[in-house]
């Protein structure tokens, strides 16, 4: 019965995609790396299709974990599909592992409506709402013994009860045949005074609380025993109980109208009545007001170290917008809870991957780049990793293996795909299974190759339009190489003339990010697709950028003609000076 509320950064129309599924099992993802490129996008659109195809994930979703480039928009545009929800954590949360249907008490209902409830369900601890539906406590199955049993057990206080006699009647299913009693909403001091003594010990305990002044608080139990219903009534108790479904007389009717005393008649005996009187106490004077509530955002991990010390058995969680209780969490939840499950596509580090990936459940990799060595599994995973320009080409080869023709837009996207990252097969990354596909690919898709990479590459110039930012992180990498930690940016243009009018503001940003995320070097690579041309702006230290293998123009800025590929040339120029920087 594990529930999910949903990521805070998922957008609305896909989290009621993902409701009708949600309750059933934990979600399964094709996710790119950060700062996604068209390849990334793309692939995990394609592969997610297929796995639902095949019916190998019937739930899988292609997501994303950030922002779309305006190259990429152009494509799923073209391709008439919508952008992959976005995606920045993966850890599992309060909300996703919550109970959300919930066994709950109000803080007007009496002792055997609780017990009742929890016995039914089985659990031990309930949340109490107050008349508004707002949480106001927790109720634990031991605090309903505190309603049975009075913490003083000497002289008057063990026979009285705090309760509203309206409940009490319910409780006991009673017949009202007296003065009528107050709202259910009223309680009050009630001495309980069983009469089953002889009728002189009834009288002079009755004497005796007409002394005390507190006789009108008395409530007398008693069977079929007219003198003492007699007796009660004339001293002038607050009410009388008559047991066993006994007659009452005109005469004690009439009586007891004229005191204004409260006549109940119950089917049960005396001595079960006098137990379930005790039953008919409400929950609000038990109830523990002081307790903790978590968020449906808060991480398991996190949640589990916090709630460790906390004599608290169970928690509820609270949506922060409405303030209303999502669910509910026991300690045991936070044991083995459900992970979210991931298909990566496109990287296979976890410095590139979302956020919470170590908590994750890890499935599958498909992907074209080198292998870094951080990434583990608890089981045995599918891993596809060939030296190939695109990994939506392997996205493809993977339809064609399975004889699954893809639809229009799964067919646009993986063309889209392979194009980015071939520069429209021109790149040195290039193989022939690269230019298989795309072939293959562009019947379904209704493309021409080269007609739609060319229109792909004229959309919009980030160097132009772009902020800052927004260039850097288009499609950027951060790596891991011989301890030494950096990032490499990529932006493709058609041509280089834009360049010079935005270094500056380029190189302080370039700075900013080695300040900011203390990367040993920073990269930001601008390339002339046309050309197959870049210019290699480089932030970091001196004894890196002196041996970087490309002609320095000045004190930051390189050369490199012929350079195209950030995986197959400029990644391995980075490598080769930091290896000989050391």
């Keep these: 019965?594990?529930?999910?509320?949903?990521?805070?950064?998922?957008?609305?129309?896909?989290?009621?995609?993902?409701?009708?599924?949600?309750?059933?099992?934990?979600?399964?993802?094709?996710?790119?790396?950060?700062?996604?490129?068209?390849?990334?996008?793309?692939?995990?659109?394609?592969?997610?299709?297929?796995?639902?195809?095949?019916?190998?994930?019937?739930?899988?979703?292609?997501?994303?974990?950030?922002?779309?480039?305006?190259?990429?928009?152009?494509?799923?545009?073209?391709?008439?599909?919508?952008?992959?929800?976005?995606?920045?954590?993966?850890?599992?949360?309060?909300?996703?592992?919550?109970?959300?249907?919930?066994?709950?008490?109000?803080?007007?209902?009496?002792?055997?409506?609780?017990?009742?409830?929890?016995?039914?369900?089985?659990?031990?601890?309930?949340?109490?709402?107050?008349?508004?539906?707002?949480?106001?406590?927790?109720?634990?199955?031991?605090?309903?013994?505190?309603?049975?049993?009075?913490?003083?057990?000497?002289?008057?206080?063990?026979?009285?009860?705090?309760?509203?006699?309206?409940?009490?009647?319910?409780?006991?299913?009673?017949?009202?045949?007296?003065?009528?009693?107050?709202?259910?909403?009223?309680?009050?001091?009630?001495?309980?005074?069983?009469?089953?003594?002889?009728?002189?010990?009834?009288?002079?305990?009755?004497?005796?609380?007409?002394?005390?002044?507190?006789?009108?608080?008395?409530?007398?139990?008693?069977?079929?025993?007219?003198?003492?219903?007699?007796?009660?009534?004339?001293?002038?108790?607050?009410?009388?109980?008559?047991?066993?479904?006994?007659p009452v007389s005109g005469e004690i009717l009439a009586l007891a109208a004229r005191k204004g005393v409260v006549l109940l008649r119950c089917h049960q005996d005396t001595a079960s009545a006098s137990t379930l009187i005790r039953c008919s106490r409400t929950v609000r004077h038990v109830m523990q007001s002081t307790f903790e509530t978590v968020g449906p955002a808060e991480p398991v991990s996190r949640l589990r170290k916090r709630m460790a010390s906390i004599n608290q058995d169970l928690f509820p969680v609270m949506d922060p917008a409405s303030g209303k209780m999502v669910g509910v969490l026991t300690k045991s939840d936070f044991v083995d809870p459900l992970r979210v499950r991931l298909a990566l596509v496109d990287h296979n580090e976890y410095a590139q991957a979302v956020t919470g990936i170590e908590e994750a459940e890890i499935t599958e990799v498909i992907d074209h780049h080198r292998l870094a060595g951080d990434l583990v599994s608890r089981e045995p995973i599918r891993y596809l990793n060939e030296p190939v320009g695109s990994t939506s080409t392997l996205v493809a080869r993977k339809y064609l293996y399975r004889q699954v023709a893809p639809e229009v837009g799964v067919a646009i996207c993986l063309c889209a795909g392979i194009i980015s990252d071939t520069l429209c097969l021109s790149s040195p990354t290039t193989t022939a299974l690269d230019r298989e596909m795309l072939a293959w690919l562009a019947g379904p898709a209704g493309i021409e190759p080269q007609q739609f990479g060319a229109e792909f590459f004229g959309v919009g110039s980030l160097i132009v339009t772009g902020a800052p930012e927004e260039i850097l992180n288009a499609d950027r990498k951060g790596f891991t190489e011989g301890g030494f930690q950096v990032s490499i940016s990529q932006v493709e243009e058609l041509g280089l003339h834009g360049f010079a009018a935005r270094r500056q503001e380029l190189e302080a940003a370039l700075r900013q990010l080695v300040v900011e995320q203390h990367y040993d070097l920073a990269v930001l690579a601008v390339t002339d697709i046309v050309g197959h041309h870049s210019l290699v702006l480089a932030i970091g230290q001196e004894a890196i950028l002196s041996k970087m293998p490309f002609e320095r123009l000045d004190e930051t800025l390189f050369d490199a003609p012929g350079v195209v590929s950030r995986k197959k040339q400029l990644f391995p120029a980075v490598c080769d000076a930091l290896h000989h920087a050391k």
């Design 1 to 246: 019965m594990h529930g999910q509320s949903f990521f805070r950064h998922l957008s609305f129309g896909w989290a009621l995609l993902v409701v009708c599924f949600i309750f059933t099992m934990s979600p399964f993802y094709v996710i790119g790396h950060k700062n996604p490129d068209t390849d990334a996008i793309c692939s995990a659109i394609g592969h997610a299709a297929l796995l639902r195809a095949t019916g190998e994930e019937p739930n899988a979703i292609a997501a994303r974990c950030g922002e779309v480039s305006q190259r990429t928009a152009w494509v799923l545009e073209r391709a008439a599909m919508a952008e992959p929800p976005l995606i920045t954590d993966v850890r599992t949360t309060a909300g996703m592992i919550c109970h959300p249907q919930v066994i709950k008490v109000s803080v007007s209902d009496t002792f055997l409506t609780a017990y009742r409830r929890m016995l039914a369900a089985q659990i031990r601890c309930v949340p109490v709402e107050d008349e508004q539906g707002d949480l106001c406590g927790i109720l634990r199955y031991f605090d309903l013994l505190k309603l049975l049993l009075p913490e003083d057990t000497e002289g008057i206080n063990v026979r009285t009860v705090h309760v509203s006699l309206a409940k009490l009647a319910d409780t006991l299913q009673a017949q009202s045949l007296g003065a009528t009693f107050p709202s259910p909403e009223f309680e009050e001091d009630l001495i309980l005074l069983v009469g089953a003594s002889s009728q002189a010990t009834v009288e002079k305990r009755l004497k005796l609380a007409v002394q005390e002044g507190n006789v009108g608080q008395f409530l007398v139990i008693c069977g079929d025993r007219p003198i003492v219903q007699r007796h009660a009534i004339d001293r002038g108790v607050r009410a009388l109980l008559v047991t066993g479904e006994n």
